[in-house]
């Protein structure tokens, strides 16, 4: 098939050659990404890390995306007991089990590695040298929990209770999940062991190696404010919107941080011949001490010139993906122990943390049997690049794709005719009142929208991007519907008609790029419909797909996933309270005879303050009662029996634009309330 495709530089995507190392150079953008390291199976940040790394590459930077099994510590010790296997044996089972997931999810790691290597332990035991050579360790000894059926010492995963500070029976004895207050297992009321419960729990001293933060704490608070700034972070628990440092821990002044347990599994706390081993022989190096070491230990992995990444802060951003609650160990811990190790690390640039998962209304949790974890989806046969379907998906850009590809094929014979524009930028103001322009601002509203989605995405803003996304091919079947492209434009107005799908088929090749990040598997398919290779995110509008080029097979982008498999996946992931729901719902919605009754009429939605509504905010209500009225005219015109009726796909396509709209005015308007609430 005749590709015919604009070659001017920087349009392809440089697509790493197999087997080559991506390495950052000076000068260059490179994109150092890690997610946090998982230790049970849920896809969370990791997912977000790889669309902001997809991203990256379709901007033809240096991006190098990292992650791993985090291995040592008392979770992995704790859950090997559960199972009557070793540590070892437990991160090998878990460990294929997570590559297996992440390459079904399509997750595109560069390298996705595991925390109990050499490499790991060379760099953590370096670190803890230095700091002890800095003198910013010192020996303390302190009551800790011991269990006296176990007959040992209990590290903070083994220990559970009632946290102190807001009385969740369940927190463990490092961190309660429901406050997010760091704890020591001693704090705990009435504590528990996880082996037995059953077991007496009691105190002894023991003594671990402690590291001194309150002396790290003036250059960590001066590197947080430095990077906040830099990076554009959003506001998060360790510092708010105005450069505020607001994290608790800090502001009430950093106490010295343990960095040793009394554990068998993890990297041996490192004693120098002819130094006194300070009686930490036979311990083991905390497991959050030792686990951010996981990224460049990792990266080391990957390739044995590692420290280009993590030795240059001047050329390399790293941008760091996790959940909330692990936001004080990757501003304020791990940064304290890289400057305390004295040396010019790699550090933070961006933070970008996943809020708690949601399934449905609840929180995702694995011992309550709430949400869709990476095996579970899988099992369900939906291809992960489908995770978004829905109907404004279907509706908008896969008839979008489907429409223009298909007449091509059928009225052209799979060939691009020629629209009359030359390769380049489209012009992006054209004479409204020209003919042959039948939707002058078309080219001006995409390059706007492109805008805004680069934006999004170079900020981190990744749901805002994908909306952006969607708005573009709506603005790509609104082309359509303002051209009418059709049999009848074919007809009369030919020179218009191979325009429109000339613009249109370019659009389609920039949705390509756009879409690549969060749905990869689809932007293959659509350059397979399209016949063309991987391009770059465009800045505006181009020419790039010329006349004379051969189309390849035209197909459908998605399918609707059926209504009953919905209700039977909510059920099956919604945990026992979903399943309860169902069976309530089903037993009220019977009427006597076997009929359901009538639901009662939802309540109207509270109106909206004037006091607050933005010139956006009435601009977008404008234009929800234009596509309100637009929609209601189509289907008019469909039960008409006089006149030209508009097809399914276009009274679809308007429904799904002010859907769009609508959502968009409720984000807006949340966004409002949020800041009247402040």
Not at 443 to 463: F, G, K, T
Request: glycine share 6%.
């Amino acid at each position: 098939m005749a590709q015919k495709i604009n070659p001017a530089p920087g349009i392809f995507m440089n697509l790493p050659k197999e087997g080559e190392a991506i390495l950052p150079e000076a000068g260059e953008e490179n994109i150092l990404i890690t997610s946090a390291l998982p230790y049970c199976n849920i896809i969370g940040s990791t997912l977000s890390a790889d669309v902001f790394a997809r991203y990256n590459r379709t901007r033809n930077r240096r991006t190098l995306y990292v992650c791993g099994t985090d291995e040592y510590g008392t979770a992995t010790e704790t859950q090997a007991l559960k199972e009557g296997i070793t540590p070892q044996q437990l991160c090998d089972k878990y460990y294929a089990l997570h590559k297996e997931t992440y390459q079904w999810f399509e997750i595109g790691f560069d390298h996705f590695g595991r925390t109990s290597t050499p490499a790991q332990t060379e760099i953590c035991q370096e670190v803890y040298l230095n700091l002890k050579d800095h003198n910013l360790l010192e020996k303390q000894t302190k009551e800790q929990t011991y269990c006296e059926g176990c007959a040992k010492f209990l590290a903070d995963r083994f220990v559970e209770g009632t946290c102190p500070n807001c009385g969740y029976e369940d927190a463990r004895g490092d961190q309660c999940d429901a406050c997010s207050r760091t704890l020591d297992p001693i704090e705990l009321i009435n504590p528990r062991c996880l082996v037995d419960k059953t077991h007496k729990i009691t105190t002894k001293s023991t003594s671990h190696m402690y590291v001194k933060l309150d002396e790290i704490q003036p250059r960590l608070e001066e590197w947080i404010k430095r990077s906040w700034k830099e990076g554009k972070w959003s506001p998060n628990s360790t510092i708010n919107a105005d450069g505020e440092i607001v994290d608790a821990r800090v502001k009430a002044g950093l106490r010295p941080s343990p960095l040793t347990r009394d554990l068998q599994w993890g990297v041996r706390v490192p004693v120098r011949p002819g130094e006194p081993s300070d009686g930490m022989e036979n311990k083991v190096l905390y497991v959050w001490f030792d686990a951010p070491f996981g990224y460049p230990s990792i990266t080391a992995s990957y390739t044995p010139e590692w420290k280009r990444w993590w030795f240059d802060h001047k050329n390399v951003r790293l941008f760091q993906f996790m959940g909330k609650d692990n936001v004080y160990f990757h501003t304020v811990f791990w940064p304290s122990i890289l400057l305390g190790d004295g040396r010019d690390w790699t550090t933070l640039h961006h933070l970008s943390t996943t809020e708690y998962l949601q399934y449905e209304s609840g929180k995702f949790s694995k011992s309550r049997n709430v949400g869709v974890f990476g095996p579970g989806a899988r099992e369900t046969g939906v291809p992960a690049s489908i995770a978004a379907n829905n109907n404004i998906l279907l509706n908008n850009f896969g008839n979008f794709v489907n429409r223009v590809v298909r007449f091509i094929h059928a009225k052209f014979n799979g060939e691009l005719p020629d629209g009359g524009d030359v390769s380049g930028p489209y012009p992006a103001d054209t004479d409204p009142q020209d003919p042959n322009y039948p939707d002058p601002t078309f080219i001006s509203e995409v390059n706007q929208l492109l805008s805004d989605y680069v934006s999004a995405m170079e900020s981190v803003r990744l749901r805002l991007a994908l909306q952006h996304v969607m708005s573009i091919s709506a603005r790509g079947n609104l082309y359509l519907q303002r051209c009418n492209l059709g049999n009848a434009l074919l007809a009369e107005q030919p020179k218009i008609c191979a325009q429109t799908l000339a613009r249109a088929l370019n659009l389609i090749y920039a949705l390509s790029a756009l879409i690549h990040p969060f749905m990869p598997a689809t932007s293959r398919e659509i350059l397979e419909q399209i016949n063309a290779p991987p391009r770059t995110v465009p800045l505006v509008l181009s020419n790039d797909i010329l006349a004379g080029h051969t189309l390849g097979r035209p197909g459908y982008l998605f399918t609707k996933i059926d209504d009953a498999k919905a209700d039977e996946w909510r059920i099956r992931f919604g945990g026992n309270q979903a399943a309860a729901a169902a069976s309530a719902a089903k037993e009220t919605g019977k009427k006597k005879g076997g009929k359901k009754e009538k639901s009662a009429a939802a309540p109207s939605a509270p109106k909206f303050p004037d006091e607050l509504k933005t010139d956006e905010i009435r601009d977008v209500e404008t234009q929800i009662k234009t596509q309100g009225d637009a929609v209601r005219q189509l289907k008019e015109k469909q039960k008409s029996a006089q006149g030209e009726k508009p097809s399914i796909d276009d009274v679809e396509i308007a429904v799904a634009e002010l859907l769009r709209l609508k959502s968009h005015l409720a984000e807006l308007q949340q966004q409002e309330l949020a800041k009247a609430k402040a």
